[in-house]
């Protein structure tokens, strides 16, 4: 597909992350003002809040934009969503004839603050990326070799919503109860092994009913957009609670994703296809139409008082071996119900090169082989101060999807009330 | 403590669970109409939600029980519960002048339907039932010893808080992958080994922020309240999925609550003291005053077409090894943030001989040792029409304080739309 141009010029830009083609979605204000819901046009946000408020933008028979979440939108379903997204190519489009009353609607990306674009729901983090999980088994338990189970289900569990962040927050670093191998007790204190995770999250933009099984062919549908998540993990914390019920404070303290929802529409020019199957999926697994996308992805890494950010890796999030709406079936198949607001994290993506690794915890061997930065600093894991970023988009024919960067820095710890 | 009397008489009978000094809160509907907040007093239900309409009741500022869950009472903090703690009590002890213009407000709770009285932010499940780990390490792992963490840490996962159902709500045998020891390959299909977990659930009343951690003594004060909690659980899909990432879909097709929360001031009575430590606990999981408390807890089942059910297994809530303020605690160390409405249950209870063991799991001890119920059936886990029901009360003297049967029936797996 080739870029459809606008009359923002700045939308036409071949480096833009935000031309016509793409049409995300998040939540912004403006000089401290309430926040509302936009919609990303090159580097202006159109005021969709706003137009719905004059009566110029309506989707369904009830305001929906009157709340600065898109939970509302989602509500409405695949048809609303599609209909949402014509109107405003209409109202975008080079030669609109609705310019004149729309233009006043531009809002500078430079002026706006960007907050959640969504209300978390529940938050679910998954396994999808085989090296990850090969590698993290090689660092962790002594072996490559994947959990008898990891090529049949997509394994994941359940997050907790309430760490969810929008970009530009910074994240405390965690206390919690760790144990050296060597140590004969656990001890108390703030995290030493501070990490990320590059993701994707989806979000489930219609739900399902408790009890009731579905399809991936309905998974898919049910998938509003896409946004970049980075999984912030305290991999001492976690490496002493996780056995035997799995990840769970040192997962708890953020997450961050992109300000920006990139629809399933803008993305599916983008579609590739499913990796090859080292065994055959269970049939209710199985995909007509391969849930996978080519996005480039990119971490950056930036010390305090560094000049500039390093690229510390660099991958694509056509590495993961399961698709969103695979996941999904997955979640839902057994009867849990699912709702507008779910997001569901991809699993660390890593490709099989060191270059293409999604965690420090990877790229540092598990702190063995610490990385260089192009400053000169070394790390192995994340220190107080450092930024961290990350970077995505699919390259169309002359333009570029992306979804903003999803960035936080760490912060010290903060004491518990009436301890030293 | 003793009997306080109420003039709502079938308070004053040492059989009710809802003397005056309980006052457990809960959401009913009558005939159809809205649902409500309302408290269980004897055989009755007051109706707060009316009361608070007309005028009669006012906690705070804005009104609080204008919507069907208890969440924004929660809000309102400690000090704002105990006075509508004293305002209940001064509505309804024996000799209340205000008996005239309150006792209009008396629903019997034969006509009424119980509704879920809170709306659960996230739902996280602990494991603090030391026989139960102990058993289910010896069941699936072969050894009874108690995973090296233990002993230390209040080990947690999340939950599926859209799965968290009210008493009276049937369940849907889940659909999972599953795989024999003995197969080549996994398979999909309904659960055969659908359980119960006999716990206790405890609600955050009030919050915490984001990166910062908590003590124990806030933490005892963030608690409003507690229910009945059967986590239903399909052993066999738990089986196979749940390492290394935890439980998953063999818990996300249902957990049942009792209709009533069962503030903590209703229960302090019924403190006791915490358990002997096998090893020290860290600072920071340390209680001045221990959360346990004393709660007898009986496990019932009931085929379809029996006469009537039969007692399978009997327990106290005292066994578990860390309170809800430890886990929650704990749960909020790292900088998790919590809310109103979180439900923490409290893993599985079990004693030390089989007649306490909280799971079919234990009672059949791996489906080796299938149970004979009282009409001759036998059972290893759940067959499809089984009714499971927990109960559980505090004992005063002379009086008792109950939560309400938590109780749900195993209906047979729904199909996947277009499969046969």
Redesign the interface.
């Known amino acids: 597909m080739k870029l459809m141009r606008s009359w923002v010029e700045s939308a036409n830009d071949p480096e833009t992350q935000f031309p016509l083609n793409n049409l995300p979605y998040g939540v912004f204000s403006v000089d401290g003002d309430d926040p509302r819901c936009g919609v990303a046009i090159g580097d202006m946000i159109l005021d969709v809040a706003a137009m719905e408020a004059t009566g110029l933008l309506r989707i369904g028979d009830d305001p929906v934009l009157d709340v600065p979440f898109w939970n509302e939108v989602m509500e409405l379903g695949p048809q609303a969503w599609a209909q949402l997204r014509l109107m405003l190519f209409g109202f975008l489009v080079e030669g609109a004839e609705t310019k004149g009353s729309v233009a006043q609607y531009l809002i500078p990306q430079a002026r706006a603050r960007l907050h959640m674009p969504l209300l978390v729901?529940?938050y679910t983090d998954f396994?999808a990326g085989m090296q990850h999980a090969k590698n993290m088994g090689a660092i962790l338990r002594g072996s490559p070799d994947l959990?008898?189970?990891w090529l049949?289900?997509p394994?994941?569990?359940?997050?907790?919503?309430?760490?969810v962040?929008v970009s530009g927050t910074d994240?405390?670093r965690?206390?919690?109860?760790t144990?050296a191998p060597d140590a004969a007790?656990?001890?108390?204190g703030p995290s030493k092994r501070v990490d990320i995770e590059l993701e994707m999250g989806a979000i489930v933009g219609t739900g399902s009913t408790?009890?009731?099984?579905?399809?991936t062919a309905?998974a898919a549908e049910m998938i509003f957009g896409y946004v970049l998540l980075n999984d912030w993990s305290?991999r001492d914390?976690q490496g002493?609670?996780?056995?035997?019920?799995?990840?769970?404070?040192?997962k708890?303290?953020?997450t961050s994703i992109s300000p920006w929802i990139v629809t399933a529409a803008a993305l599916a020019p983008f579609r590739c296809p499913a990796p090859a199957r080292e065994?055959p999926l269970?049939?209710?697994l199985q995909e007509k139409e391969p849930g996978f996308y080519n996005v480039t992805l990119e971490v950056l890494m930036q010390p305090a008082g560094a000049a500039q950010a390093s690229t510390i890796a660099r991958t694509n999030y056509n590495r993961v071996y399961y698709s969103a709406a695979q996941q999904l079936t997955?979640?839902a198949?057994?009867?849990?119900?699912?709702?507008a607001g779910d997001l569901l994290g991809s699993g660390t993506i890593s490709g099989p090169t060191k270059a293409e690794f999604g965690s420090l915890m990877e790229l540092s061997w598990g702190g063995k082989e610490p990385i260089t930065l192009d400053g000169g600093e070394t790390r192995s894991f994340i220190e107080d101060g450092d930024r961290l970023t990350l970077r995505g988009h699919a390259q169309g024919d002359g333009y570029r999807v992306g979804f903003g960067d999803c960035t936080g820095r760490i912060?010290p710890a903060?004491?518990?009330?009436?301890w030293e």
């Open positions: 729901a529940e396994y959990p008898a189970n049949h289900i394994i994941g569990y359940n997050g907790r919503a309430s760490s962040v994240i405390h965690p206390l919690g109860q144990k007790m656990p001890s108390f408790l009890g009731q099984p579905i399809t309905e305290a914390i002493w609670e996780y056995q035997p019920l799995g990840p769970f404070q040192g708890a303290f953020g065994v269970l049939p209710y997955h979640h198949v057994c009867g849990c119900e699912m709702n912060l903060l004491k518990m009330p009436g």
